[in-house]
Protein backbone atom coordinates (compact mmCIF):
# COMPACT_ATOMS: atom_id res chain seq x y z
CA UNK A 1 0.00 0.00 0.00
CA UNK A 2 1.66 3.22 -1.05
CA UNK A 3 0.81 6.43 1.20
CA UNK A 4 1.86 8.64 3.53
CA UNK A 5 1.99 8.12 7.36
CA UNK A 6 2.08 10.29 10.33
CA UNK A 7 2.69 9.63 14.22
CA UNK A 8 1.63 9.97 16.44
CA UNK A 9 -2.52 10.63 15.86
CA UNK A 10 -2.38 12.64 18.77
CA UNK A 11 0.18 14.53 21.22
CA UNK A 12 -0.38 16.12 24.21
CA UNK A 13 2.82 18.18 25.42
CA UNK A 14 3.08 20.27 28.38
CA UNK A 15 4.39 23.67 27.82
CA UNK A 16 8.71 24.05 27.82
CA UNK A 17 8.77 20.82 25.91
CA UNK A 18 10.01 20.01 22.49
CA UNK A 19 7.90 16.98 20.49
CA UNK A 20 8.72 15.98 17.14
CA UNK A 21 5.89 14.52 14.85
CA UNK A 22 7.26 12.08 12.29
CA UNK A 23 5.63 11.91 8.53
CA UNK A 24 6.67 8.74 6.28
CA UNK A 25 5.89 8.50 2.80
CA UNK A 26 6.46 5.37 0.07
CA UNK A 27 5.22 7.26 -2.67
CA UNK A 28 8.63 7.77 -3.89
CA UNK A 29 7.86 11.83 -4.21
CA UNK A 30 10.51 14.02 -4.10
CA UNK A 31 9.18 16.56 -2.26
CA UNK A 32 7.08 17.10 0.84
CA UNK A 33 5.78 19.54 3.30
CA UNK A 34 4.48 20.49 6.80
CA UNK A 35 1.41 22.54 7.16
CA UNK A 36 -0.70 23.73 9.95
CA UNK A 37 -4.08 23.92 9.98
CA UNK A 38 -6.64 26.26 13.00
CA UNK A 39 -10.60 25.80 13.15
CA UNK A 40 -11.68 28.66 10.64
CA UNK A 41 -8.31 29.15 8.88
CA UNK A 42 -6.95 27.38 5.90
CA UNK A 43 -3.72 25.25 5.73
CA UNK A 44 -0.64 27.55 6.61
CA UNK A 45 3.02 26.29 4.83
CA UNK A 46 5.85 25.82 8.01
CA UNK A 47 8.42 23.77 5.76
CA UNK A 48 8.98 22.21 3.04
CA UNK A 49 11.54 20.15 1.01
CA UNK A 50 11.94 19.53 -2.92
CA UNK A 51 15.51 17.43 -2.25
CA UNK A 52 17.03 15.21 0.10
CA UNK A 53 19.40 17.18 2.66
CA UNK A 54 17.80 20.95 1.89
CA UNK A 55 14.50 22.50 2.93
CA UNK A 56 12.70 25.76 2.82
CA UNK A 57 10.51 28.02 5.65
CA UNK A 58 7.01 28.25 4.27
CA UNK A 59 4.68 30.96 5.75
CA UNK A 60 4.78 30.23 9.92
CA UNK A 61 8.60 28.24 9.94
CA UNK A 62 9.07 30.37 13.68
CA UNK A 63 9.27 27.84 16.22
CA UNK A 64 9.16 24.91 14.25
CA UNK A 65 12.64 22.60 13.08
CA UNK A 66 12.56 19.88 10.49
CA UNK A 67 15.15 17.26 8.45
CA UNK A 68 15.28 15.78 5.37
CA UNK A 69 17.83 13.21 6.01
CA UNK A 70 15.93 10.63 3.74
CA UNK A 71 13.63 10.80 0.75
CA UNK A 72 11.17 8.66 2.66
CA UNK A 73 11.21 10.97 5.55
CA UNK A 74 10.24 14.55 7.06
CA UNK A 75 10.33 14.71 10.62
CA UNK A 76 8.77 18.28 12.06
CA UNK A 77 10.09 19.50 15.51
CA UNK A 78 7.83 21.36 17.61
CA UNK A 79 9.84 23.75 20.10
CA UNK A 80 9.03 25.57 22.65
CA UNK A 81 9.28 28.54 21.28
CA UNK A 82 6.24 28.07 19.51
CA UNK A 83 4.02 30.16 21.53
CA UNK A 84 0.84 28.65 20.20
CA UNK A 85 1.48 25.34 19.31
CA UNK A 86 -1.71 23.65 19.37
CA UNK A 87 -3.25 23.01 16.07
CA UNK A 88 -3.64 19.87 13.43
CA UNK A 89 -0.68 19.51 11.49
CA UNK A 90 -0.72 18.19 8.29
CA UNK A 91 2.57 16.15 6.12
CA UNK A 92 1.72 16.20 2.29
CA UNK A 93 4.00 15.08 -0.22
CA UNK A 94 4.32 15.68 -4.05
CA UNK A 95 5.75 13.79 -6.84
CA UNK A 96 8.81 16.96 -7.59
CA UNK A 97 7.14 20.86 -7.46
CA UNK A 98 5.20 22.73 -5.19
CA UNK A 99 2.58 23.16 -7.96
CA UNK A 100 2.22 19.41 -8.21
CA UNK A 101 -0.80 17.84 -7.09
CA UNK A 102 -0.40 17.46 -2.94
CA UNK A 103 -1.36 14.53 -1.61
CA UNK A 104 -1.94 14.54 2.61
CA UNK A 105 -1.24 12.30 5.45
CA UNK A 106 -3.80 11.54 8.19
CA UNK A 107 -2.46 14.52 10.62
CA UNK A 108 -1.14 14.62 14.29
CA UNK A 109 -3.60 16.73 16.32
CA UNK A 110 -1.30 18.47 19.30
CA UNK A 111 -2.55 19.95 22.01
CA UNK A 112 -0.56 21.35 24.39
CA UNK A 113 -1.65 21.07 28.45
CA UNK B 1 -0.39 38.97 -0.05
CA UNK B 2 -2.02 36.37 -2.34
CA UNK B 3 -5.06 35.38 -1.43
CA UNK B 4 -7.42 32.64 -2.05
CA UNK B 5 -11.43 33.66 -1.00
CA UNK B 6 -14.16 31.48 -0.10
CA UNK B 7 -17.45 31.56 1.42
CA UNK B 8 -17.48 29.64 4.86
CA UNK B 9 -21.24 28.51 4.73
CA UNK B 10 -22.71 26.45 5.21
CA UNK B 11 -23.77 25.63 1.98
CA UNK B 12 -27.16 23.96 2.15
CA UNK B 13 -29.01 22.02 -0.37
CA UNK B 14 -31.15 19.04 -0.72
CA UNK B 15 -30.21 15.34 -1.58
CA UNK B 16 -30.21 15.44 -5.15
CA UNK B 17 -29.61 18.70 -6.24
CA UNK B 18 -26.51 20.15 -7.59
CA UNK B 19 -23.93 22.12 -5.28
CA UNK B 20 -22.13 24.87 -6.48
CA UNK B 21 -18.76 25.88 -4.63
CA UNK B 22 -16.95 29.12 -5.73
CA UNK B 23 -13.19 30.16 -5.16
CA UNK B 24 -11.78 33.63 -6.02
CA UNK B 25 -7.95 34.22 -6.19
CA UNK B 26 -6.07 37.32 -6.33
CA UNK B 27 -3.11 35.92 -8.26
CA UNK B 28 -3.87 36.85 -11.73
CA UNK B 29 -0.65 34.30 -12.75
CA UNK B 30 -1.97 31.66 -11.17
CA UNK B 31 -1.63 28.18 -13.32
CA UNK B 32 -2.55 25.31 -10.89
CA UNK B 33 -6.11 24.99 -9.11
CA UNK B 34 -7.15 22.15 -6.73
CA UNK B 35 -10.01 21.20 -4.79
CA UNK B 36 -9.70 19.09 -1.72
CA UNK B 37 -12.16 17.37 0.54
CA UNK B 38 -12.32 17.72 4.06
CA UNK B 39 -14.49 15.33 6.35
CA UNK B 40 -14.32 16.62 10.01
CA UNK B 41 -11.58 15.57 12.22
CA UNK B 42 -9.71 13.91 8.79
CA UNK B 43 -7.32 15.44 6.40
CA UNK B 44 -7.89 16.83 2.88
CA UNK B 45 -8.50 14.63 0.09
CA UNK B 46 -7.85 15.47 -3.41
CA UNK B 47 -11.32 15.61 -5.48
CA UNK B 48 -9.78 17.20 -8.51
CA UNK B 49 -7.61 19.34 -10.22
CA UNK B 50 -7.62 21.92 -13.23
CA UNK B 51 -5.05 24.29 -15.46
CA UNK B 52 -6.83 25.33 -18.41
CA UNK B 53 -10.05 27.74 -18.84
CA UNK B 54 -13.19 25.76 -19.31
CA UNK B 55 -14.57 23.04 -17.64
CA UNK B 56 -13.49 19.57 -16.46
CA UNK B 57 -15.73 16.07 -15.59
CA UNK B 58 -14.84 13.79 -13.32
CA UNK B 59 -17.96 11.69 -12.26
CA UNK B 60 -20.25 13.80 -10.43
CA UNK B 61 -17.67 16.56 -9.59
CA UNK B 62 -17.22 19.39 -12.61
CA UNK B 63 -14.77 22.09 -11.76
CA UNK B 64 -14.95 25.04 -13.65
CA UNK B 65 -11.91 27.59 -14.44
CA UNK B 66 -12.51 31.21 -15.50
CA UNK B 67 -8.92 32.89 -15.53
CA UNK B 68 -9.84 36.50 -16.86
CA UNK B 69 -12.36 36.54 -13.72
CA UNK B 70 -9.80 35.08 -11.12
CA UNK B 71 -12.73 31.81 -9.82
CA UNK B 72 -12.70 28.63 -10.03
CA UNK B 73 -15.94 26.46 -9.01
CA UNK B 74 -16.24 23.26 -8.16
CA UNK B 75 -20.18 21.91 -8.87
CA UNK B 76 -21.45 18.64 -7.32
CA UNK B 77 -24.32 17.04 -9.31
CA UNK B 78 -26.53 14.40 -7.14
CA UNK B 79 -25.21 15.53 -3.96
CA UNK B 80 -25.79 12.76 -1.32
CA UNK B 81 -25.26 13.10 1.92
CA UNK B 82 -21.74 11.79 2.34
CA UNK B 83 -20.54 14.61 0.56
CA UNK B 84 -21.13 16.88 3.74
CA UNK B 85 -17.69 17.95 4.45
CA UNK B 86 -15.87 20.78 4.21
CA UNK B 87 -14.43 21.40 0.93
CA UNK B 88 -10.94 23.70 0.31
CA UNK B 89 -9.74 25.48 -2.62
CA UNK B 90 -5.90 25.62 -3.29
CA UNK B 91 -4.73 27.96 -5.58
CA UNK B 92 -0.91 28.13 -7.38
CA UNK B 93 1.03 29.80 -9.39
CA UNK B 94 4.47 28.02 -11.21
CA UNK B 95 6.84 30.25 -8.62
CA UNK B 96 5.27 30.05 -5.41
CA UNK B 97 3.36 28.20 -2.55
CA UNK B 98 0.26 26.73 -3.28
CA UNK B 99 -2.10 28.82 -1.21
CA UNK B 100 -5.64 27.65 0.58
CA UNK B 101 -8.66 29.20 0.68
CA UNK B 102 -10.56 28.43 4.25
CA UNK B 103 -12.96 26.49 3.03
CA UNK B 104 -16.82 25.95 2.55
CA UNK B 105 -18.76 24.05 4.44
CA UNK B 106 -21.31 21.75 2.47
CA UNK B 107 -24.38 19.88 4.16
CA UNK B 108 -26.52 17.55 2.46
CA UNK B 109 -29.49 16.68 4.01
CA UNK B 110 -32.02 14.14 2.82
Known amino acids: DGGITQSPKYLFRKEGQNVTLSCEQN?????MYWYRQDPGQGLRLIYYSQIVNDFQKGDIAEGYSVSREKKESFPLTVTSAQKNPTAFYLCASSIGTITDTQYFGPGTRLTVL | QKEVEQNSGPLSVPEGAIASLNCTYS??????FFWYRQYSGKSPELIMF????GDKEDGRFTAQLNKASQYVSLLIRDSQPSDSATYLCAVSDNTDKLIFGTGTRLQVFP
Open chain 2, 50 to 53: IYSN
Open chain 2, 27 to 32: DRGSQS
Open chain 1, 27 to 31: LNHDA
